[in-house]
């Protein structure tokens, strides 16, 4: 079934964001169409049947970026853990058990953004 919800997130240095996603977080650039001016204005990542689309933020330095964050689903949280914080990923806080029986980590990328990773799969009611 084709993807009905990717997250977008506009980087004030979305060629930097890009490198960061796939070196820390194992992303695949899909896709990516740059500007004459340098500036990324659309690009896909995808991770795990999964995608994301981002580009060069359109205002200025400083803009107040939206609050969000992302998640995740990974088998390994540890292993992937593991290769981000040897990357170099600013831990938010490292690999924990919840108490509903998922275990999980968050970071922040390049600009700020929180992403987190964890074991639990939401059901998306596709079956």
């Known amino acids: 079934m084709p993807l009905t919800f990717v997250p977008y997130f ?16 194992g992303f695949a650039t899909g896709a990516r169409y740059d500007g004459e001016d340098g500036a990324v204005m659309h690009a896909e990542l995808t991770f795990r049947g999964g995608a994301i689309m981002l580009g060069s ?39 924990e058990d919840t108490e509903f029986g998922s275990r999980r980590w968050r970071a922040q990328d390049s600009e700020g953004y929180e992403w987190s990773f964890g074991t639990y799969a939401p059901n998306t009611g596709d079956g």
């Open 10 to 25: 506009a980087y004030e240095n979305a060629a930097e964001a890009i490198d960061y996603l796939e070196r820390c977080f």
């Open 57 to 95: 933020a359109q205002g200025g330095p400083g803009d107040p970026k939206p609050s969000h964050g992302t998640y995740v689903v990974v088998e390994d949280v540890d292993a992937h853990f593991a290769k981000a914080e040897a990357a170099g990923v600013r831990v938010v806080y490292p690999p």
